[in-house]
């Protein structure tokens, strides 16, 4: 019981840990920082892209993706990363969250992960995390633990549902820059 409750208490260190990350990341790096979306600034959301690109094995991808339209690459970024970190710490549709932030890091890691050790270290234990709440949810002290054993509690729907948004905002963003 006392392993039960300590298990418990670090999967929610855990979930706010990597929901702060998040947050942090949308709120701070993008949200509040007026340089993110000026094409005038180095600190311009294109140029992150275009930088990012040149050493990443999936260049065409980004070039084919993101970068025809970096403003809303750079929203949907933003968006993404403020709703992980709130799904996460709120222990909500913790298995969806994961699974498209793991797409998410996935993407960041193969990009960035070139440019040194935070980008390869940080995307690379992001993705465990996730792989981690995906299969084992969020449990206590969530949102999630009121529908455990339920069909909503399976990591296979949430893990097809996830992984179909994020294809969808893939196919949009490639579509929009056509």
């Known amino acids: 019981m006392v392993e039960s409750q300590r298990s418990s208490y670090w999967m929610v260190i855990f979930r706010l840990i990597a929901g702060s990350i998040w947050i942090f990341a ?34 065409q991808f980004l070039y084919a993706v993101a970068f025809p ?13 403020i709703s992980f970190g709130v799904l996460f710490m709120m222990g909500a549709l913790t298995k969806l969250a994961s699974t498209v ?3 998410t890091n996935l993407v960041y890691f193969l990009s960035a992960a070139w440019t040194g050790a935070e980008e390869y270290g940080i995307n690379l234990l992001l993705m465990a995390i996730d792989i981690y709440f995906l299969l084992g949810g969020a449990k206590d002290f ?14 296979k729907l949430w893990f097809v549902i996830g992984s179909l948004i994020y294809l969808g905002v893939v196919i949009l963003l490639y579509l929009h820059g056509l």
Request: charged share 10%; proline share 6%.
């Open 26 to 59: 949308g709120v701070f790096d993008k949200l509040l920082n007026p340089n993110f979306f000026n094409p005038t600034s180095s600190q311009y959301v294109g140029f992150t892209i275009q930088y990012f690109a040149e050493g990443s094995p999936i260049k």
């Open 69 to 81: 339209h970096p403003i809303l690459t750079g929203q949907l970024v933003m968006i993404g990363e």
């Open 101 to 103: 932030a793991f797409y």
């Open 142 to 155: 969530s949102v999630d633990s009121l529908f455990q054993g339920s069909i909503l509690w399976s990591s």
